[in-house]
C-alpha cells in the first residue's frame, strides 16, 4: 500500500485515519474546511498532526499516488468529490465511497472515476461508524468489490461483497434509512411535543408496553445527541433517501420530512441553541428532557 487517501476528515475520516495510522500505513487527507478563514481547520491540523497525516491542499494532491481512496463527505458531495479526485487519481486506484448517496449518485460517481483509471467500489456503511470504527459493517458493491474486499479486511474493516452491480449496496442502505433516520426524526417529534404537553412519563410507558425490547429513556437521549451534532449531515443523508424512494417511482413523504426534521435540528445546533460545539453541555446529556427543553425555548423565541 503507497498511500491511502482520505477525502473527508469529519468524524469518520478522522476515526480512519487513527486506526490506519498506527498500524503504519501512509495516511493523506482533504477536507474543505482547510481552507477555512476563521480557524475552523485548527482541530483537523491538529488532529492530523497527532496521527501523522499528511494534509493536502486539493483533492488531486490527496490522491496523488494513492493506492486507495476513501471518500466520506456529506451526501451531496458525492458525485462532485469524484470529480475532484478523478485528476490526480492513479490508474488502478480503488476509490471507495463511503458517502450516504442514491444509487442515481453512486452509478454517475462510478462513471467518473472509472474514465479517470480508478477503480470504483460503492461502500455501504450499514450502522453508527463511532462504536465500531474501522470495523463498522460494510457492504461493498460493484465490479471491483470483490478484488478490494480482501485488501479492506487486510486493513482492519469489516466488508462483505453484496452485488456485483453498482447502486444494489446503496439501495440497500437508503431503504434502511428510510426507517433509522426517519425513528430519530420521529422520536425527537413525539417526545419533544410530549414534553411540551407534560405527558412524556405516559407516552415512554406506553411506548415500553408496546416494545419492551426498547430503553426508550435511553434511545431518545442518544437520538437527541445524534441529530443535535450530525443533523447537517443526516439531512443530507435523507435527501438522498427521498431521490431513492423516487427512483422506485414512490413519493417519498416520510423521508422528506425526516429530512426537513433533521436539518431544523441542524440549523437552531448551528445558533448555539444547544450550546457551543466542543464545549461541556453540547448535546451529552444522559436526560432527552434537556435539549428538548432547550428546542421547545428555541421555538419560543422564533417568530411563526
Avoid at 39 to 46: F, M
Avoid at 64 to 71: M, Q, R, Y
Avoid at 198 to 222: C, N
Avoid at 274 to 294: C, K, L, M, Q, Y
Wanted: some cysteine; proline content about 5%; glycine content about 8%.
Amino acid at each position: 500500500m503507497a498511500t491511502i487517501a482520505l477525502i473527508g476528515y469529519g468524524e469518520v475520516g478522522r476515526i480512519l485515519a487513527e486506526d490506519l495510522a498506527p498500524r503504519g500505513h501512509a495516511v493523506a487527507a482533504y477536507d474543505r474546511q482547510l481552507a477555512a478563514a476563521d480557524g475552523r481547520d485548527a482541530p483537523l491540523r491538529t488532529h492530523a498532526a497527532t496521527q501523522g497525516v499528511r494534509l493536502a491542499a486539493t483533492h488531486a494532491q490527496a490522491v496523488e499516488g494513492a493506492a486507495l481512496v476513501i471518500s466520506a463527505v456529506t451526501a451531496s458531495q458525492a458525485v462532485a468529490v469524484a470529480e475532484a479526485c478523478a485528476a490526480g487519481l492513479a490508474p488502478g486506484a480503488f476509490f471507495l465511497d463511503f458517502n450516504s448517496a442514491s444509487p442515481g449518485a453512486k452509478i454517475h460517481a462510478a462513471e467518473v472515476v472509472h474514465a479517470a483509471g480508478g477503480r470504483y467500489v460503492e461502500g455501504a456503511v450499514m450502522t453508527s461508524v463511532p462504536p465500531y470504527r474501522s470495523r463498522v459493517p460494510l457492504l461493498l458493491g460493484g465490479p471491483h468489490a470483490e478484488a478490494i474486499e480482501p485488501l479492506l479486511a487486510e486493513l482492519g474493516f469489516a466488508p462483505r461483497v453484496h452485488s456485483a452491480q453498482l447502486g444494489v449496496a446503496s439501495a440497500t442502505k437508503m431503504c434502511r434509512s428510510v426507517m433509522i433516520k426517519g425513528l430519530e426524526a420521529m422520536v425527537i417529534e413525539s417526545f419533544t411535543a410530549a414534553r411540551a404537553h407534560g405527558v412524556e412519563d405516559a407516552v415512554i410507558a406506553s411506548l415500553q408496553e408496546t416494545f419492551p425490547g426498547i430503553d426508550w429513556e435511553k434511545q431518545a437521549s442518544y437520538f437527541f445527541q445524534r441529530v443535535i451534532e450530525h443533523g447537517r449531515r443526516r439531512s443530507e443523508e435523507v435527501r438522498e433517501v427521498a431521490v431513492t424512494v423516487r427512483e422506485a417511482g414512490l413519493e417519498p413523504f416520510s423521508a422528506a420530512g425526516t429530512a426537513e426534521r433533521q436539518a431544523h435540528i441542524a440549523d437552531l445546533a448551528d445558533a448555539g441553541v444547544f450550546g457551543v460545539r466542543g464545549e461541556p453541555g453540547f448535546a451529552r446529556s444522559a436526560d432527552w428532557r434537556i435539549e428538548a427543553d432547550r428546542l421547545l425555548a428555541a421555538q419560543k423565541d422564533t417568530p411563526p
